[in-house]
């Protein structure tokens, strides 16, 4: 093996958390039900797939296309204003300590994330050197669980499928990177997936890895 790719929201950093804030806000204002359990569907799918998961139980009148992006600003807007309050503090020393040991050892880290957001969060959090290469919600045209933001990831860093592991917290992602072709490593929300095929339950577990 020669690269890890990583999603960002839910591995990295928590702003799964910010996602669900951000949500929950829309879909209470207007007035449908939205709990984590549907939150845990969104994760690694797009913003406009989520937004479409939500409204499976809107009852209201069909809403244009106009208003749907308009929905989707208003999410975005308010996740922006947490992810404004972010430091390097929001990186865990274990996250840090353990991109630092692999690339120590030779490894290749690239980030593989559905978000648009992925750069300003990166920024944030004082982390955009800690890879090689970043494919995320700005150069792919379909999202988890479709291949193409992990395979970007590993044309990107110049590295086959099959000699990078993915590491990630969503189905959708674990699935992509079945599909891309990748060892698929399960944390958080996605240990409990049969298809990831090494589950861990503590970031530095990646190093025993190696
Ligand atoms: C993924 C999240 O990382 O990014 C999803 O897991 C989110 O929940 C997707 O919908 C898109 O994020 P953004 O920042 O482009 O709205
Ligand atoms: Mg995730």
Redesign the pocket.
Known sequence: MKAFIF????VLVFT?QF?YEAWKELADQMGIYFDKEINNR??????AE?LEIILERYGGPQLSRQKKAELMEQK?RS?RKLLAGMTPLDVSAEVRETLAGLREKGYKLALG?????ARFILERVALTGAFDAISD?NNITHSKPDPEVFVKAGEYLGVCPQECYVVED?RAGIDAAKAAGMKAVGIGEASGYEKADVKIGHFSELLELT
């Open positions: 999603d960002l929201d839910g799964d996602h969104l994760r690694g799918v797009s913003r989520s975005n996740y994330s559905s978000s648009k957001n919600g969503a």
